[in-house]
């Protein structure tokens, strides 16, 4: 059972911004690549970024280059994904998880939280 806390999410307008934050202070992550994921509704989860134990190596899905950064903070066991310019395409529940890859997704899901961008 994954432990992480996301927040942050809301209800915003076609090119404004949010940013997301995942505590994942109650589950070991010091040594984990970790990512964010969204769920539209009615398809899968699908990977939106992705970042590794040592930051060096940091994917982004296509849909969202350019618009969405990646980052952590290992001393406060956070994680943020600032999105900018956002689209109603972006509208979808966004989850922190662990990262294993571009093909791969974890089995087990949090919470999560709702993005919702307005035309």
């Known amino acids: 059972q994954v432990r992480f806390v996301e927040s942050g999410g809301g209800l915003v307008q076609r090119g404004e911004s949010l940013t997301l934050s995942c505590d994942t202070s109650a589950s070991p992550v010091s040594r984990q690549s970790m990512g964010w994921y969204r769920q539209a509704p009615g398809k899968q989860h699908d990977l939106v970024a992705g970042?590794?134990?040592?930051?060096?190596?940091?994917y982004y899905g296509d849909s969202i280059k350019g618009r969405f950064t990646i980052s952590r903070d290992a001393v406060k066991h956070m994680l943020y994904l600032q999105m900018n310019a956002l689209e109603p395409e972006d509208t979808a529940v966004y989850y922190c998880?662990?990262?294993?890859?571009?093909?791969?997704?974890?089995?087990?899901w949090g919470q999560g939280t709702q993005v919702t961008v307005s035309s």
């Open positions: 970042i590794t134990i040592d930051n060096r190596t940091v």
């Open positions: 998880n662990y990262y294993y890859g571009p093909a791969l997704k974890p089995p087990v």
